[in-house]
């Protein structure tokens, strides 16, 4: 039913399509977070690949800046219900990290961890095939640490609390296990173009 | 990892809610007050508000819980931002009979439950007092002997939202201090600021307070809510026992 003298400001056509169901454009490039902002040091960061506990392969700073790096142009869609359009992101594509390391996925399901603490639980098909990197520049800059730097994982197709800030390793995990969100009351997997913001969402 | 509880199912569903009341609190926010059939709430958590138009064109938008748990109308305290599309609605057009969609509560992270206890640093940047008012309002009713600090920040005296209720509290509270930073216009009490709060100023109203807090809650503007916690950070604090809520985007 519709609400009484609401008469809502459409966004044009072009932008219309791209905006997934209760989403809004944003202009700015919003900040949220479930704490302070860490400060990670460059020299001091790694990123590692562990199946469970068990290290698989591990990178330092510099290391790392010698994988083969991607760029990606995407929408991102936080499930705050801003969206930002045509975002421009560099780094190392999921497939190349198992690449350089020689793994195969050894499970179906994996949790990206962050120094501060945080989690979130991703399918890893969603992070291979050219689908998500660990994103170290923004707009052609080195990402600021308020956004996630030095990196973050980038899984745009996602809602973006998937895209982990301040990452810090991918853990291959049995089964799907809940994230910090997701033991939040926020969505498992979280299509925004399903609208699967929360726990009970179809 | 704290003890979460779980979801549940009927968060995810719209469901309407009859705006009883509008009361506009400061030049730039109004409380809606709503009598809403949602699951109990917790203190610091949001609900998802939908508008939608006579063609079917829907606008969501997230609004913190400023009423406490277990309070018969659920308060959300509303900023009007003027190109924004949600707000101007809920501000000029909205009326008390008026229904509109909610859908929640939401939120597990920056939340407070009377056992959580104190001692309690809050700290809030303009409209970002909504959620820090619920735990108020919640602590006073569950857990009034928890000590708190509620560190506010404001452009002016006027643009306090709650402001009245909150020195009405403080003076009836031996366990509650408010202190109050207005940045661009004069305090009204001599042991208030006309400063933003940097780190220096928080230190000196932390040290005065003479507690050390349990838990640190802070809202507000994202530079603000960046600001206050890099300050903290800075002066020692753990990072594990602050929780942020940052307002961003229309």
């Given amino acids: 039913m519709p609400t009484r003298g609401f008469a809502g400001r459409r966004p044009t056509d072009d932008v219309a399509r791209r905006l997934p169901p209760g989403q809004h454009l944003e202009l700015d490039f919003p900040v949220l977070s479930l704490g302070p902002t860490p400060q990670v040091e460059r020299a001091a960061w790694t990123f590692t690949i562990n199946h469970g506990p068990r290290p698989l392969a591990r990178w330092s700073w510099e290391e790392f800046g010698t994988l083969p790096r991607t760029s990606f142009k995407a929408d991102i869609h936080c499930v705050t219900k801003w969206s930002k359009l045509d975002t421009r992101w560099e780094g190392v594509t999921i497939d190349d990290l198992l690449a350089a390391a020689k793994i195969a996925p050894p499970t179906e399901y994996l949790l990206a961890q962050s120094h501060d603490g945080y989690d979130t639980n991703l399918p890893v098909k969603d992070l291979v095939g050219g689908q998500a990197m660990i994103a170290t520049h923004f707009g052609g800059e080195p990402l600021a640490a308020e956004h996630g730097g030095p990196a973050r994982l980038l899984v745009p197709h996602l809602y973006f609390w998937k895209s982990a800030k301040w990452v810090k390793g991918l853990r291959f995990t049995e089964r799907d296990e809940a994230g910090f969100w997701e033991l939040r009351g926020y969505h498992m997997y979280g299509d925004p173009w399903k609208e699967q913001r929360y726990t009970g969402d179809p | ?250």
């Fill in chain 2, 1 to 250: 990892m704290t003890a979460v509880s779980p979801p549940l199912a009927s968060q995810s569903a719209w469901q309407d809610a009859v705006i009883e009341r509008v009361v506009h609190r400061t030049p730039r926010v109004a409380s809606l007050f709503l009598r809403a059939s949602l699951a109990a709430h917790e203190a610091g958590q949001h609900v998802d508000v939908r508008l939608t138009a006579p063609d079917g064109y829907q606008a969501q938008r997230s609004y913190s819980i400023a009423s406490a748990p277990g309070d018969p109308l659920l308060e959300l305290a509303v900023e009007r931002l003027d190109d924004g599309e949600v707000s101007p609605y809920l501000h000029d057009v909205a009326q008390p009979g008026d229904t509109i969609e909610l859908r929640g509560p939401i939120g597990g992270h920056f939340i407070w439950r009377g056992d959580d206890g104190g001692p309690l640093l809050l700290v809030a940047g303009g409209s970002g007092i909504a959620p820090l008012m619920a735990i108020l309002r919640h602590r006073a009713r569950v857990a009034p002997a928890t000590e708190a600090l509620l560190a506010y920040s404001a452009r002016t005296w006027e643009e306090l939202v709650f402001r009245d209720e909150l020195l009405t509290d403080e003076a009836s509270d031996p366990h509650l201090r408010v202190a109050i930073a207005t940045t661009r216009g004069p305090r009204h009490r001599p042991t208030d600021v006309e400063h933003r709060f940097d780190r220096e100023l928080l230190r000196t109203i932390v040290a005065q307070w003479n507690q050390a807090p349990k838990r640190v809650y802070i809202c507000g503007a994202t530079a603000f809510v960046e600001a206050v916690a890099n300050a903290f950070v800075a002066e020692g604090m753990s990072p594990a026992i602050i929780r942020t809520e940052r307002y961003g985007g229309a």
